[in-house]
Nanobody, 114 residues
Framework: QVQLVESGGGLVQPGGSLTLSCAAS????????MSWVRQAPGKGLQWVSS????????FDDASVKGRFTISRDNAKNMLYLQMNSLKPEDTAVYYC???????RGPGTQVTVSS
């Protein structure tokens, strides 16, 4: 079955950086668009970034554009999110998922606070 396991979250000060990872299995990762989404406390899911199967195209929400970079390693079935210049409003649980599918992993908590 599909498994998505996120890691790399933590507590970071404003302006800091984190790199999130997502290990994927149970589907043909190299042929799948992939996305990062997040859920802040008390709010719904928010799309963050997406990447096409070969990694040739990426798309970012305006709130993270220029600060976050999505990437993938198809040989390792891994998805990444490099997050720079973090802001308190980036605080959320981050999930990786396939667009149009409901499965998502347990998520990884990112807290940006001084």
């Amino acid at each position: 079955q599909v498994q998505l396991v996120e890691s790399g979250g933590g507590l970071v000060q404003p302006g800091g950086s984190l790199t999130l990872s997502c290990a994927a299995s149970g589907f043909t990762f190299s042929q799948s668009d992939m996305s990062w989404v997040r859920q802040a406390p008390g709010k719904g899911l928010q799309w963050v970034s997406s990447i096409t199967p070969t990694g040739s195209n990426t798309f970012d929400d305006a709130s993270v554009k220029g600060r976050f970079t999505i990437s993938r390693d198809n040989a390792k079935n891994m998805l990444y999110l490099q997050m720079n210049s973090l802001k308190p409003e980036d605080t959320a649980v981050y999930y990786c998922k396939r667009p149009g599918y409901s499965e998502r992993g347990p998520g990884t908590q990112v807290t940006v606070s001084s």
